[in-house]
């Protein structure tokens, strides 16, 4: 059975270059020290890892069908970082990241266990992330951006498409 779910994809930008110039130790410390940082900061929303590769990977959240209970604590991880990076990676080089924000209907299976899932929703915004993201960037498709508060969807105008899907950019700090 097909659930919808709030789907957030999360890349580390520059991974590759941080794997050639990085000892294979400074990588696992950075990829847990990631991975414990996006489950503290998306647990009070119900987020979990739900899928991840070696440097990207999708959050999973509950959706009501009224509410974006991710968008606040992701707008939040994402104009937060620069403070992160001092906090949390300090004596290492700058981490960077992209994020993507999207509804979709998926089969739920455990983490660990997705790897035979077969969703157009969770290869899009896996797609979103890894093809049409520039580094730092923050998108959230049509589908969720109908579901944010007023206030967010007057800065985030759904100016482009993927994959025939709308969507826009969240404001970077000038």
């Known amino acids: 059975k097909e659930f919808t779910f709030q789907m957030l994809?999360?890349?580390?930008?520059?991974?590759p270059e941080i794997a050639r110039k990085s000892s294979e130790s400074l990588l696992q410390t950075l990829r847990r020290n990631f991975q414990s940082l996006l489950e503290r900061s998306f647990s009070?929303?119900?987020?979990r890892i739900w899928v991840w590769k070696e440097y990207d990977g999708v959050l999973l959240f509950p959706f009501d069908g009224t509410r974006l209970s991710a968008l606040i604590p992701a707008a939040r991880f994402f104009l937060n970082r620069?403070?992160?990076?001092?906090?949390?990676?300090?004596?290492m080089p700058p981490v960077c990241w992209r994020?993507?924000?999207?509804?979709?209907?998926?089969?739920?299976?455990a983490p660990g266990e997705t790897g035979a899932i077969v969703s157009e929703a969770l290869n899009f915004v896996f797609?979103?992330?890894?093809?049409?993201?520039?580094p730092g960037d923050f998108a959230i498709t049509g589908?969720?951006?109908a579901f944010?508060?007023?206030?967010?969807?007057?800065h985030v105008q759904t100016t482009r498409q993927f994959e025939s899907v709308p969507f826009g950019l969240f404001p970077r700090r000038s």
Request: hydrophobic residues 40%.
């Open 9 to 15: 994809y999360v890349g580390i930008d520059a991974a």
């Open 44 to 47: 009070g929303a119900d987020g």
């Open 82 to 91: 620069v403070l992160i990076n001092l906090e949390h990676f300090s004596g």
């Open 99 to 109: 994020m993507g924000l999207h509804i979709g209907n998926t089969i739920y299976r």
């Open 127 to 134: 797609h979103l992330g890894e093809r049409e993201l520039e």
């Open 143 to 145: 589908p969720a951006l």
């Open 148 to 154: 944010a508060p007023e206030k967010i969807r007057a």
